[in-house]
Structure formats: C-alpha cells, structure tokens
C-alpha cells in the first residue's frame, strides 16, 4: 500500500475513533458512515480491524460500536508518563488549602521516592525536602503507599533490594515489619509517617493507581510535630488525602482506587 494511501487508511481509522468517542450512547455502522462520509465497506473494513486490536466493541446482539479498553490504556499511559503532576495539582492545592500544611507528590524509583511535586507550607518551619530529592522508600509514607498497591512480584523484588537500616529509633528495619505493615495500608488504603525518617516530622500518604489497579505516585501532607499531633493527621488529613487520591486514580483510568478505611 503505498505511503499516501496507507496515511488516509489511518486518518480515516482515527477519525473513526473521534466519532465514536462523541457519541452519547453505541452507534451504527449506518450512523458511522453517514458521520464518517466513508463508503459502507470501507468503514466495515476499518472497524473490523480496530474491533480486532481492541479499540473498537461491538454489541453481540443489537451489533452496534463503541470505544473498546485499548483506548483507556492509552489515555491512562499518556496521562502517566506527560501529565501526572498536572492532573495532580488541583488536588494538591486543595490539600494545602485544607491543611496549610506542606504537600509532596513521589514516585518510586528503585528503591527511593523521588519528589515529582510539591507545594509548601506558609509557615517558617516547614519540611526541608525539595524536588528531585530521593529518599528511603521504606521509611516514608509515600513509599509505603506505593509499595502496599504494587504487583507482588515487583513488591518481592524490592524487598528483597531494600538496605532496612534504621533511620531513627520508629523505623521500620526488618522486612517482616515493613510486609506487617503494608498489609495495613492495602486495608486502610492511608499509609503514616511516624517519626521514621526524622524525629518530630510525621506524614500521611494515599497512593494514586492507574488503570492497572497499581500505585504509579502517592501523595502526602507532612507536618511537624509541633502543629499538629499524630491523631489529627489520621482524623483530619487522611480522609482528605485519601479521597484526592481515589479522584486522581479514576481520571488516570482505575476503576477501582484504594479504599479509604477511617481509623479511631
């Protein structure tokens, strides 16, 4: 086929795509055409080809279209990889708002959180970290809140990778204190800080999931000790942050985000 044929072979396979994604409801192949401006055959044709790699379904019955679940993974994978922090950040803003508290988005990266985005407090005292910073995944929340809705396989791997050297005297160092726990998070869906990276911070994280049900990035408040204590961090932020993180996930494509289970 040659490169221009093949050009509009495509464009009119994408256009299709277009149409389907504004309809309200399925759609015809006689509607499709008639919307298309394509030959009846030629719209088959193409239908049949996007039905078979899954971006296009039809209904066995009334055998009408619609956007097939390639399409999510797509969207959800250019969402993760371009447009993580922008998507974010309304919910980052809204957390600082609620808290006045410093807000931090992280990623894992082998066995350290990496800092992706953040928004400070407006207080002198404030937590020193910055963005592009690493830190041990196992003695921050945000880490613990990825690991907890990671594939067990990657999970094990990590685990097994982990240097569990104490940070301060509430670090979790052992990999039996840190599985005990994630077991936790996974049914809670909040992880905490408690004083296990550096003494008087404490923080409480969420993960943010992707299509495929795992944790891509976490979101955090952190605060020290002096404003508020670790009581108020469960009572107050953790359902605020929970729930920005459920939000999140479900614009990433996940149809099922962490569940969120209130503490007393």
Not at 75 to 85: E, I, K, M, P, Y
Not at 128 to 134: M, P, S, V
Not at 216 to 235: G, Y
């Amino acid at each position: 086929m040659p490169d221009r044929q093949l050009a509009k072979t495509l464009a009119n396979g994408l256009n299709l795509l277009i149409l389907l994604s504004r309809q309200e409801g399925d759609a015809s192949l006689d509607e499709l055409t008639r919307l298309a401006g394509q030959s009846k055959t030629a719209c088959f044709r193409l239908l049949a080809t996007l039905k078979e790699m899954n971006f296009v379904e039809q209904d066995a019955q009334s055998k009408r279209y619609r956007l097939g679940a390639q399409n999510i993974s797509i969207g959800a994978s250019a969402l993760n990889s371009l447009s993580l922090r922008h998507v974010a950040m309304p919910f980052m803003e809204k957390l600082r708002a609620l808290s006045d508290e410093t807000v931090n988005m992280s990623v894992l990266e082998g066995t350290d959180i990496v800092f992706v985005a953040r928004l400070e407090a407006s207080h002198i005292i404030n937590t020193r970290h910055r963005i592009g910073e690493r830190l041990p995944a196992h003695c921050t929340c945000q880490g613990k809140a990825i690991m907890a809705f990671s594939p067990p396989e990657k999970l094990e791997r990590l685990l097994g990778q982990i240097d569990f050297r104490a940070v301060t005297e509430h670090t979790l160092a052992t990999p039996q204190a840190i599985k005990k726990e994630l077991a936790l998070i996974r049914r809670r869906g909040i992880a905490l800080n408690a004083q296990e990276l550096e003494k008087g911070l404490c923080a409480v994280a969420a993960p943010i999931l992707d299509y495929t049900g795992y944790a891509v990035a976490s979101l955090n408040i952190a605060f020290p000790l002096l404003r508020h204590s670790q009581q108020e961090a469960i009572e107050d932020f953790a359902p605020a942050v929970a729930k920005a993180c459920q939000e999140i996930s479900r614009l990433l494509g996940c149809t099922r985000p962490a569940p969120f289970e209130p503490q007393g």
